[in-house]
């Protein structure tokens, strides 16, 4: 009887599960989701760390989007020869990579809507069909985004609205017409050129070990009444995300890099004449 009773002892000891087990256990019979929850009650700086990864991992960064019947555009010809590469233009392209090497430039992607679906706004050139995005160049010890904010400040100007300019007496109106038009948001990524006059590749190919330009893409948020400044021969296009084929590689596969942001269709009300955000589907 004394032996029987220990071995019970030492049976029932052996099979009795440890902190440890237990821990194991119920991670194991609830999956993911116990884990996570352990994780994020345990102190110290990785389980914090943990916290703060998921909750990142799902926020998206939020882009406000107009009408693009909210945006006109004139015919400036103190712009003219902009845009186009021509021959000359490429001789001193190549007289600037001999002396400076690689060009640094940098691309605005503008965003508007219509029927409330995303559209990419453009520059076409009437005779030759091509797309153009809007740009600059910048050298190295400059910021890219403070150039490129320059830059499309000569190319975008706000509308005024006839009712404000008898307000002159209106501090709160006189404010609003100060904003900045444009405002230069998040990195999206990079472009290259391997050659002066080619298309944008959103890769360096392994056997250029000489490219022609660099190129920094940024998100670019205007106001909601917007006139573009064009060179002439040039036209305002606004085309939707899966219409981008003909557009090159790089502008194309704009609308994976555009997947990470949430995207907000501003609509006007009819009642009160505001931009309310569109409804959602």
């Given amino acids: 009887t004394v032996h029987r009773d220990i071995n019970r002892a030492v049976q029932s000891y052996n099979h009795s599960p440890s902190k ?3 821990r194991n256990t119920a991670n194991l019979s609830s999956g993911f989701l116990q884990k996570d929850m352990i994780i994020g009650d345990a102190s110290g700086p990785m389980a914090s760390g943990a916290g703060t990864n998921v909750s990142n991992r799902e926020s998206k960064s939020e882009w406000l989007l107009y009408p693009q019947s909210n945006y006109e555009f004139n015919i400036d010809e103190k712009l ?5 590469i021509d021959i000359e233009k490429c001789k001193k392209r190549i007289n600037s990579y001999n002396k400076n090497g690689i060009r640094n430039s940098v691309l605005a992607i503008i965003l508007c809507h219509r029927y409330e679906y995303p559209h990419v706004l453009l520059l076409q050139h009437v005779q ?3 797309y153009y995005l809007l740009s600059g160049k910048f050298k190295s010890w400059e910021k890219p985004k ?5 830059k499309l400040q000569k190319y975008i100007n706000k509308i005024k609205d006839i009712n404000f300019s008898t307000t002159q007496f209106n501090s709160h109106i006189q404010q609003q017409q100060q904003e900045d038009i444009v405002d230069i948001g998040e990195f999206l990524g990079e472009w290259w ?5 080619s298309v ?3 890769y360096l190919p392994a056997h ?3 490219p022609k330009e660099y190129v920094r893409l940024y998100q670019v948020s205007i106001s909601s009444k917007c006139i573009f400044h064009l060179p002439p021969g040039f036209t305002l296009k606004a085309l939707p995300l899966f219409d981008l084929t003909s557009c090159g590689v790089a502008i194309s596969g704009l ?3 555009l997947s990470r942001f949430k995207l907000h269709c501003m609509v006007q009300d009819e009642d009160e004449g505001e931009e309310l955000l569109a409804p959602d589907k």
């Avoid at 003219?80 to 186009?84: D, S, T």
């Avoid at 050129?193 to 006059?197: E, F, L, P, S, W």
């Fill in 193 to 197: 050129r391997t050659q002066y006059n």
């Fill in 200 to 202: 944008y590749l959103p």
């Fill in 80 to 84: 003219k020869n902009k845009f186009i």
């Fill in 146 to 150: 403070e150039v490129l904010k320059e």
């Fill in 208 to 210: 250029i070990t000489r």
């Fill in 255 to 257: 609308s994976s890099i």
């Fill in 20 to 22: 440890t087990d237990k």
């Fill in 128 to 130: 030759s069909q091509k």
